[in-house]
């Protein structure tokens, strides 16, 4: 396996590895899996992509999410991210389809909202658009180091809440229904994560948080905002363009993404599957000894 590193300080592509070796040997898993731990972003080229080998890939990782109500896939393991219809036609702008294409360009991490939030995603392409389309990564491990001292140890005693119909309400009200918002009550969790096996820490972060503990609501939101903007500067980020054959993973923990827009009318059709985290990945320090999100 080699490893060519990709991004400013994170994301690299792995070659010489196919996603069926990780399933089927625990050499190749193990060597990935050093990888995933190191650089947050890994990038497999030309795969041989199915359902099936993409979750049994995933499976190697942890346990696999099983998909929210409403959602393309909903009760298996795979997200289904399609901007065409039963039909086979482009959904219009303002399809519930699109809408939630649309969320997923806020620079976030999957999950936060989940009882149990990833490790990790696995995302692969089926059909992509001619132009645009990409997925955009950040380092919120870069973004800790960044941080001065006393924002770093402040925010790593602090609790942000997060709400999956908060991130959706940023693009249509009602975007989320009541079945969503009854199923994905707000969750609490620390505002750094570290990494036990290497000790990293990272800012967790993403567009569904809303409130921090024991902060006024605008302030938190300002705080919040702020450091959105100081984790995903330009220079900060890893474009990647997809090709059919495409799989890539990425740690929850230690990275923020957004989807880039593409043509209206042209579809884009991606496979994602999402690894919970467990304790060996450091998920007990990251829960809140707390209640209810203050008003
Ligand atoms: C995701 C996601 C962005 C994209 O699958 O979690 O945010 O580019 N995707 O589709
Ligand atoms: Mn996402």
Not at 76 to 103: F, M, Q
Not at 182 to 211: D, E, I, T
Request: a negative charge.
């Amino acid at each position: 396996m080699q490893i060519v590193p990709l991004g400013p300080g994170f994301a690299a592509e792995l070659r010489g590895v196919n996603i069926q070796d990780v399933a089927a040997d625990d050499g190749a898993y193990a060597s990935v899996r050093a990888a995933f731990e190191e650089y947050s972003v890994l990038v497999f080229r030309d795969q041989d992509v199915s359902d099936e080998a993409q979750l049994a890939f995933s499976r190697r990782f942890g346990p696999l999410e099983i998909t929210k109500v409403s959602s393309e896939g909903a009760g298996t393991n795979l997200v289904i991210l399609k901007t065409l219809d039963d039909a086979g036609s482009v959904v219009p702008d303002d399809h519930r389809l699109a809408l939630e294409n649309k969320a997923n360009q806020l620079w976030h991490t999957d999950s936060s909202f989940k009882q149990v939030p990833a490790l990790a995603s696995v995302l692969s392409s089926r059909v992509i658009p001619e132009r645009g389309g990409e997925t955009e990564y950040v380092s919120t491990r870069l973004a800790f180091d960044s941080l001065d001292v006393t924002l770093q140890r402040r925010l790593e005693d602090s609790f942000a809440w997060h709400e999956y119909a908060y991130s959706r309400g940023k693009i249509a009200p009602d975007l989320a229904g009541p079945e969503e918002r009854a199923a994905l009550p707000p969750q609490c969790w620390r505002m750094v994560w570290q990494n036990p096996v290497n000790g990293r820490k990272a800012v967790y972060l993403a567009s569904h948080a809303f409130a921090i503990e024991g902060m006024e609501r605008e302030a938190a939101r300002a705080l919040l905002a702020e450091l959105t903007e100081v984790a995903t500067p330009p220079e900060a980020r890893y474009l990647h363009s997809w090709r059919v054959g495409d799989v890539l993973m990425w740690d929850n923990r230690a990275t923020m993404h957004r989807g880039r827009p593409w043509p209206a009318g042209e579809p884009r059709h991606m496979v994602r599957t999402t690894i919970s985290a467990t304790a060996a990945d450091g998920l007990e320090a990251m829960r809140a000894p707390s209640r209810q999100p203050a008003e």
